[in-house]
């Protein structure tokens, strides 16, 4: 297990992680989500023992990233937004040098780049320079550095960055694949790849966290995204006055005419999705109003990342009260002018 603790990072007097905590279990594929400048690289470069941290702890399998960094390091493989590849030199002899930095056993060297190689599906351009290769095989070569020696645990930072449609499939297969053997730190900004390969989440932005769960979970938790799209004929007004009386309804968000007593609603809903679209469509029918299409838009990844992002940090009780409480030294200031007076 990898366990980060109370991780904080300062640059001069900006604070670009706050305090955070996480953890990334045994064989998972960990999820780390957040805007442009939310402090994801930061803390996968502080977690890699990259970047030193202002405070907090990082363990890797038992070993502290700052107290003992070699034995932590041993464990990690990493791979940076910007593969760390060196472009005058071929893709293997680069896999090769990787491997001694490594300390790969030399008999074991040849076997292993050959298996990373054949991972990433990068044995045809072996001999290639790396100056010369497309930016998604230079993705690809950064990646198999990542994966040489094996490390119990993957810091990778956006992947899949350069990749075309067919390489990304392939790739996320690899990542998926990883779980067997390899816990696995994850950011990308393409939601709907993060859906498909990871367990659980991290929602990071301004250097706060704002969420650390399932996918599930987190998707169950927006209700007020739910929307259902129903497509009546008859009556505008009777169908409009069912449907916002109907029990679960929030409200009529859009109403569409398409012409012969046809209408498009698209409506809010609270609670139960089934249930409130069950009784919409009752309600409608004992009204003798036509449904020629009902469906509800179930919440998504992309909805909890635009929520979450955008809510306020909830404050401590501490900080609430001290919001709360008048500025004495203020009213201490008034109450002597009076006496002045």
């Known amino acids: 297990m990898v366990t980060i603790e109370n991780l904080t990072k300062y640059y001069g007097n900006n604070r670009a992680v706050n305090n955070i905590s996480f953890t990334i279990n045994d064989n998972e594929i960990l999820g780390f989500l957040g805007p ?15 970047l030193p941290m202002s405070s907090g702890t990082v363990n890797i399998f038992g070993s502290d990233i700052s107290k003992d960094p070699v034995k932590a390091k041993q464990n990690i493989g990493y791979l940076p937004e910007i593969p760390p590849v060196y472009p ?33 599906k990068i044995e045809d351009v072996q001999k290639k320079l790396i100056k010369n290769l497309s930016k998604g095989y230079k993705q690809r070569v950064g990646f ?7 490390p119990k645990f993957l810091i990778l930072d956006e992947p899949t960055v350069g990749l075309d449609p067919n390489q990304l499939m392939e790739v996320r297969e690899i990542i998926k694949s990883l779980r067997k053997e390899h816990s ?5 900004h393409i939601l709907s790849e993060v859906s498909a390969v990871c ?28 929307i259902l799209h129903i497509k009546v004929k008859g009556s505008r007004t009777v169908a409009s006055n069912v449907i916002e009386l109907t029990d679960g309804v929030k409200e009529i968000t859009k109403i569409d005419s398409e012409g012969n007593d046809f209408f498009k609603f698209d409506v809010q809903l609270e609670g139960d999705a089934d249930q409130i679209r069950n009784n919409v469509m009752t309600e409608l029918l004992k009204n003798n109003i036509q449904i020629s299409e009902i469906f509800t838009d179930k919440p ?9 992002i955008n809510k306020p940090l909830k404050k401590s009780g501490l900080q609430e009260l001290l919001d709360e409480t008048p500025d004495i030294s203020e009213n201490s200031e008034n109450d002597n002018d009076k006496e002045e007076e």
């Open 36 to 50: 442009n400048g939310a402090g994801k690289s930061t803390t996968m470069n502080m977690i890699a023992g990259y």
């Open 88 to 120: 005058d030199m071929r893709v293997n002899e680069y896999l090769s040098f990787c491997a001694g930095l490594k300390k790969v056993p030399s008999s074991r060297k040849s076997e292993e780049i050959k298996r990373v190689m054949g991972l990433l």
């Open 144 to 150: 198999a550095q990542a994966l040489i020696g094996n």
């Open 184 to 188: 696995v730190i994850f950011s990308s």
């Open 199 to 226: 367990d659980r989440v991290v929602i990071i932005n301004k250097g706060d966290i704002k969420a650390v769960d399932t996918i599930e979970n987190l998707e169950k938790s927006v209700s007020g995204n739910l």
């Open 300 to 308: 998504n990844l992309e909805n909890v990342f635009i929520e979450l």
